[in-house]
């Protein structure tokens, strides 16, 4: 059936996507903490690529952002995403203005790309869990 | 696994926290611990929350560390331990840590997605139990009840062993540090040795206190007397031993002393750390730590004097103020803006005439910590005068010095006292003029620091002719009015009100003023409140003092659960009507000044109550409110909220020495009769 058919698609994204880290039993929860997570980080993000673009940014308020950024993307588990913020720390660190620039943009594309990765597993699962439930 | 079962054996355990040793701890027995998370990421919150529950923890969740002290302080027995992120905007995590340590004791693991050496240094420094590295792991999550399990455990030895004394002398100092520094030090070595002493030491035990409870709570007296002891010794000479000998209550370990002690240590460090970033006042505040302590230490020796005797004059509140300060001064590296407040509170006079005009030393000394948190509006030096306004209030003869305006820091606040006189608020504000005086030059425009100076400015307008708040050259009360000076912009105007209405007054600075961190400071005025000239003259406002004490209570208290709160509501309901920010003021200062007061308040108010008479117990409670109120960061009020009715002022400022009054369970006559400096000992 196709509908089991995409339940293991979902099966399986799902594992390659969650390192059981937490605790999965409620799969409405990860859905939850990806909102939030998404939603924050985007934000986070779009205050960093403002403050690149603004020069009265200081490096310590652009760390603290990245600060908050690693956290949250290391508590959901989106490993890219964190190393690249690690090394966009690191060079900023170094007070490398342009570098940061490029880690940062590096920092957006995994994040897109983690982001394009789970939409379309939430979705997937929304739009099954939706005939399901009929 | 049972899960209700083991979750009531938890709670039977960790409530009662005498489960021994070698106790049988239901092998499910992590489930239902009661954990308290902190993090201001919501993402991480939420992971955390579902990673305890799976865990079989009862897990609450705050994200502002706010939020999570005033859930402590609310239900003190109510959790087991505390999780916390580093890194949270309204507070540093490492300062909800010491909080946390010094008010209530439980283990806490730091949480950060940084993993640099020194961040987790500083964990273990400041007496964090673990340090996890987010992401954090549900195994990690599995194993924090161990830190409970440990801290119970050395707890309940230590106060197994009541004939501590000689334990403690048996054991090295090592023990306190194992005491304090880490829980797994502390179990392990603590463990066993004090096994083998127990076994040997069982009849040597009997003699010292019966106190087995497993957990000491620094009541404010208590920690009063022990800062005393503390700045009798010295700082840096100050051992446990001496410290218990010197404190000399029954039923207290040296164990419990040395752990205290290490917990003191980082707190005062913290606030020079953090004083030092501020301005001429963190500067201040941290010179006045030392003074602080050395005041409080005068504070808390002379108000046991006091209370002892009954009333304590002002001279020798006034010597032993000055005697705190000078140590204090000599000992706190205060900024010369400090040392020049201070001088002028010098206390070497412990009689200063309202009319003095640098009585502004004294208070600026006392002052100096008091005023920690007073706004920036205030200058700093006027933050100490104002503080050593209060504080010298009690010892000088309350500088009040004529200026009317926010002439000179000293004289504001001796003006202002005068000028409070006419308000007649009371002689609370001995301390309030202290206060006022600092304040006043700061005050210079209505400033809006509740600082004393408000509650001076209140009180004299109230007070108005309040001729004798000069007098106060007893009223060393003024602890707490130290703390206020910081607020207060207006009127300050030296009247000599702050005598009577200093304590209002001071309750009145707190509250507007603190705007900055008084938590050292107020510990400090607790302490100095050896001059609780105030509180008798509270008695008079009393029944207004509390409000404003309450007023200022109140909003502090929110966070108080202490058992000010009970006392304070009166003063609450005074201070509320102060409109004092006090509100504002709860919430910052509090976390230092909390720890502080809690220790303060919890047992001075209570045990002021008796004393005295109301007024002193309120002053406790304003005292300890004001401590409170400043370490909160006592935004100014606005300072018309605050003076609109000097009455409330008045109260404020009674409250406030009471306050003051009650942490340093002073019963320092407060010669402010209401206007009438009768009190003031001459």
Not at chain 2, 221 to 247: R, T
Not at chain 2, 543 to 552: K, M, T
Not at chain 2, 583 to 592: D, F, I, L, T, W
């Amino acid at each position: 059936m196709e509908s089991k058919h995409v339940n293991q698609q979902i099966a399986a994204m799902r594992q390659s996507f969650f390192d059981e880290l937490e605790d999965q039993n409620n799969p409405n929860f990860v859905e939850e903490v990806f909102t939030m997570y998404f939603r924050d980080s985007t934000t986070l993000l779009e205050t960093v690529e403002q403050a690149m673009k603004t020069i009265s940014i200081t490096l310590a308020k652009m760390d603290k952002i990245l600060h908050q950024l690693k956290g949250s993307s290391a508590s959901v588990g989106a490993n890219k995403v964190l190393n690249e913020i690690n090394k966009t720390r690191q060079v900023l660190e170094k007070g490398n203005l342009e570098g940061t620039k490029a880690g940062i943009w590096e920092m957006r594309k995994e994040y897109d790309s983690l982001k394009a990765k789970l939409e379309p597993y939430f979705q997937l699962k929304q739009a099954n869990s939706v005939p399901q439930e009929k | 696994m049972n899960v209700s079962s083991v979750k009531g054996s938890m709670s039977i355990s960790s409530s009662t926290s005498t489960w021994k040793a070698g106790d049988t701890i239901s092998d499910q027995f992590p489930a239902g611990l009661r954990v308290l998370v902190v993090d201001d990421d919501p993402t991480c919150l939420m992971i955390l929350e579902k990673m305890l529950i799976a865990c079989l923890y009862k897990v609450t969740k705050c994200n502002r560390a706010e939020t999570a002290l005033s859930k402590l302080r609310e239900n003190k027995n109510g959790y087991d331990i505390v999780l916390s992120d580093v890194h949270m905007p309204d507070m540093d995590g490492f300062k909800l840590l010491e909080h946390i340590g010094l008010e209530m004791d439980l283990p806490v693991i730091m949480m950060s997605a940084d993993d640099g050496k020194q961040v987790v240094m500083k964990g273990v420094t400041h007496g964090a139990c673990d340090y996890l590295i987010k992401p954090v792991r549900i195994e990690a999550l599995k194993n924090i009840w161990q830190h409970v399990v440990r801290k119970r455990k050395n707890e309940w030895k230590e106060f197994e062993q009541s004939g501590s004394v000689e334990e403690g002398d048996r054991q090295p100092k090592q023990s306190d540090d194992a005491d304090y520094s880490s829980s797994a030090n502390e179990g392990n070595w603590k463990g066993s040795k004090k096994r083998k002493d127990e076994e040997e030491e069982t009849d040597e035990r009997d003699d010292t206190s019966t106190l087995k409870k497993p957990r000491v709570v620094w009541s404010v007296e208590l920690h009063q007397q022990f800062v005393a002891a503390v700045n009798q010794l010295g700082i840096d000479k100050a051992v446990p031993k001496k410290i218990l000998e010197l404190m000399n209550v029954p039923g207290l370990t040296r164990e419990n002393v040395a752990s205290h002690l290490q917990k003191y240590r980082l707190y005062l460090r913290r606030l020079s750390g953090v004083s030092q970033h501020q301005s001429n006042l963190s500067t201040i505040i941290s010179a006045q730590d030392p003074t602080f302590g050395s005041l409080s230490s005068l504070s808390g020796l002379d108000l046991q004097t006091l209370a002892a005797t009954g009333q304590l004059p002002a001279q020798s509140l006034a010597r032993l103020q000055a005697a705190g300060l000078g140590r204090a001064t000599a000992k706190s590296g205060i900024p010369i803006t400090l040392v020049d407040q201070r001088n002028i509170f010098s206390f070497e006079n412990p009689k200063l005439r309202f009319g003095e005009g640098q009585q502004q030393h004294m208070t600026n000394k006392q002052q100096v910590n008091l005023l920690h948190g007073i706004p920036t509006t205030m200058e700093p030096k006027q933050l100490v005068s104002l503080r050593h306004a209060a504080q010298s209030i009690g010892n000088m003869n309350m500088q009040v010095p004529p200026h009317g305006a926010q002439s000179s820091q000293n004289n504001p606040l001796l003006m202002q006292m005068g000028q409070q006189q006419q308000q007649q608020q009371q002689s609370r504000g001995q301390i309030l003029v202290d206060s006022t005086i600092n304040h006043a030059p700061r005050l210079s425009s209505s400033m809006g620091q509740p600082i004393l100076s408000n509650g001076i400015a209140t009180n004299v307008s109230s007070r108005n002719g309040i001729p004798e708040n000069i007098r106060a050259p007893g009223y060393s009360q003024t602890p707490s009015m130290l703390n206020f000076p910081m607020n207060h912009a207006s009127e300050l105007p030296g009247n000599s009100f702050a005598l009577g209405s200093t304590p209002g007054v001071s309750i009145l600075t707190s509250k507007g003023a603190f705007q900055e961190d008084v938590n050292s400071e107020i510990k400090g005025s607790g302490g100095l409140m050896p001059s609780y000239d105030v509180f008798n003259d509270l008695d008079q406002h009393k029944p207004q003092s509390w409000e404003l004490q309450n007023v200022g209570m109140a909003f502090d208290t929110s966070q108080h659960s202490n058992s000010l709160q009970g006392n304070l509501d009166l003063t609450q309901s005074a201070l509320g009507q102060q409109g004092f920010s006090s509100g504002q003021m709860n919430g910052h200062n509090r976390s230092a000044a909390v720890a502080s007061k809690a220790m303060f308040s919890t047992g001075d108010v209570k045990e002021l109550g008796s004393a005295q008479n109301v007024n002193q117990h309120l002053n406790n409670l304003l005292v300890d409110n004001t401590i409170r109120v400043k370490s909160e960061r006592v935004c100014d009020t606005s300072p018309a909220n605050i003076f609109p009715d000097h009455f409330g002022q008045d109260d404020l400022m009674s409250a406030l020495l009471k306050q003051q009054e009650s942490v340093a369970s002073s019963e320092n006559e407060f010669d402010f009769d209401g206007y009438s400096m009768n009190n003031i000992p001459v």
